[in-house]
């Protein structure tokens, strides 16, 4: 579920046109919504489309004035544009910027789903998105759609090979009735990921860390006993001990290098004498080598040793020191300092994963999930039952896609095979199985979404945490995706990404 939900939006970057003609971008996403709203009915397919882009350019703006993390696997966060120098959010800014994402794609379904939406194409110069990230309303140098979302499906950003190019710019493609299923689906696995972060809600928990983390700006002081000359004066002396012993550690291993290769020598000559005299005579000459480059490693190693017990006494001489003005008192403190704000996204996200859930934005969650499912069987039954050959996004067996994808014979069943697998479990068909709990039991996940309650991470681990959701019976397996795996040449995720 993750890659493709990281991915969502980058698929979605090359709907934005209608049929017999290019989609005018010129003037941004909003302005081609107000074009295409003078007749929703006959644009409805190209509408909903753009309504899902023109969210995702809605979540860039808002990201674009913080400083955001991008560490979380998410939609819209894994596209933050950067933001260093600039303020950090509030403790409320993730849950906020997925509620709003929620009601644009609620929009953009509305428009989806009118009668005929599935009759209707267009097409796109995938070189014509752009996203105003900076709301001016000017395409500005890092606003374009492929460069904004092509990292996303793979590092550099090179996403397709198109003809043996990498430069997508000029390719255009078709979208069709069975595209609009495929952008259906995909809309409901995005609102499923904007349902559960508002699920749990990481807000209260986001606030109590910045309350806590403002006792840290007027801390108490203690008294410094120690002359600040003094301890500057011991560690100078004590990291001229480490030159010194780090000169000797390269003198050693200087010298060794001969004398390992004299023995690598005299070794060769060895295995290679004929007689029993001349090989005895060889390694009394290769014992005392030996013996001499051993010595020499374990004055090195006792030297290296010496090395390490000065660096815990060089830091706690430091840990005496105030901070320089830089901040920096050396040791693990200064090592780590960069590291605060990824260890607050992890204590925020893991906390958030442990309180009690919203039961009603879960159930949501569940029903966009099912609803993905759904219109991702009626996304290959018509995929299946077109006859065209024109420019495809995702080609049936018979087709060609402009984008250079070939999907191996019974793609389609494979993964509709997946799919039901996670019906099964959000159904309770299937359990979850889990290594600690007794054979033929697992996790009724139904259960859990019917009655959900706060689950501990240890509780988790270990399992008890979920007893109260465990039952006998038939359990979801691994061997369907494997097989879908092995299907696509171990490219499950990259096709999970493309198939939803």
């Given at each position: 579920m993750r890659f493709h939900l990281w991915g969502a939006?980058?698929?979605?970057?090359?709907?934005?046109?209608?049929?017999?003609?290019a989609a005018d971008l010129t003037q941004g996403l909003a302005a081609r919504i107000a074009t295409l709203e003078q007749d929703p009915a006959q644009n409805a397919f190209e509408l909903g489309a753009m309504r899902v882009l023109r969210g995702v350019e809605t979540g860039l703006q808002t990201m674009n004035a913080v400083?955001?993390?991008?560490?979380?696997?998410?939609?819209?966060?894994?596209?933050?544009?950067?933001?260093?120098?600039?303020?950090?959010?509030?403790?409320?800014?993730?849950?906020?910027?997925?509620?709003?994402?929620?009601?644009?794609l609620d929009t953009a379904r509305a428009d989806l789903t009118r009668p005929g939406a599935e009759e209707q194409s267009f097409t796109l110069r995938l070189g014509d998105l752009w996203f105003d990230v900076?709301?001016?309303?000017?395409?500005?140098?890092?606003?374009?759609g492929v460069q904004i979302l092509g990292p996303l499906f793979v590092p550099g950003g090179r996403m397709i090979t198109v003809d043996g190019r990498t430069d997508l710019a000029d390719v255009v493609v078709r979208f069709d009735a069975a595209d609009q299923a495929w952008l259906l689906a995909y809309t409901h696995a995005l609102s499923a990921t904007a349902e559960l972060v508002q699920a749990f809600d990481a807000t209260r928990i986001a606030e109590d860390l910045a309350q806590s983390r403002a006792l840290l700006d007027n801390l108490p002081s203690l008294p410094y006993p120690y002359p600040p000359e003094e301890v500057r004066a011991n560690v100078k002396a004590l990291i001229a001990q480490q030159a010194v012993l780090r000169d000797k550690v390269n003198a050693l291993y200087a010298e060794m290098g001969p004398l390992q290769d004299e023995a690598a020598k005299v070794q060769a000559q060895r295995d290679a004498a004929s007689d029993d005299a001349t090989r005895q005579a060889l390694q009394v000459q290769l014992d005392a080598l030996y013996t001499q480059i051993d010595e020499m490693g374990a004055r090195a190693s006792d030297a290296q040793m010496q090395q390490m017990a000065l660096d815990s006494e060089i830091e706690g001489w430091l840990a005496k020191l105030p901070s320089a003005p830089d901040g920096d008192s050396g040791g693990l403190q200064a090592e780590l300092a960069g590291w605060e704000p990824t260890a607050a996204m992890i204590y925020v996200v893991l906390t958030a994963l442990q309180q009690q859930p919203d039961k009603q934005h879960l159930t949501a969650a569940r029903d966009h999930w099912r609803a993905m499912v759904a219109a991702n069987r009626d996304f290959w039954q018509r995929l299946e039952a077109e006859t065209d050959d024109d420019r495809e996004w995702v080609p049936a067996s018979q087709?060609?896609?402009?984008?250079?994808?070939?999907?191996?014979?019974g793609t389609g069943a494979a993964w509709l095979r997946v799919l039901e697998d996670a019906s099964a479990v959000l159904d309770g068909q299937l359990l979850v199985m889990h290594p600690l709990m007794p054979p033929d039991s697992g996790i009724d996940v139904s259960a859990y979404f019917d009655d959900p309650v706060a689950i501990d991470l240890l509780g988790a681990i270990h399992g008890v945490a979920f007893y109260r959701y465990a039952k006998q019976g038939p359990r979801m397996s691994a061997s369907n995706w494997d097989r879908f795996t092995q299907l696509v040449g171990g490219r499950g995720f990259a096709f999970a990404l493309l198939l939803n």
């Open positions: 939006a980058t698929c979605l970057a090359i709907l934005a046109g209608q049929a017999g003609h400083q955001v993390e991008t560490l979380v696997p998410l939609p819209l966060l894994r596209l933050a544009p950067g933001g260093a120098g600039k303020p950090p959010p509030q403790p409320g800014f993730v849950n906020a910027l997925f509620s709003r994402f929620a009601t644009d900076d709301g001016n309303g000017a395409q500005d140098p890092g606003e374009d087709q060609t896609s402009a984008l250079g994808i070939t999907l191996p014979e």
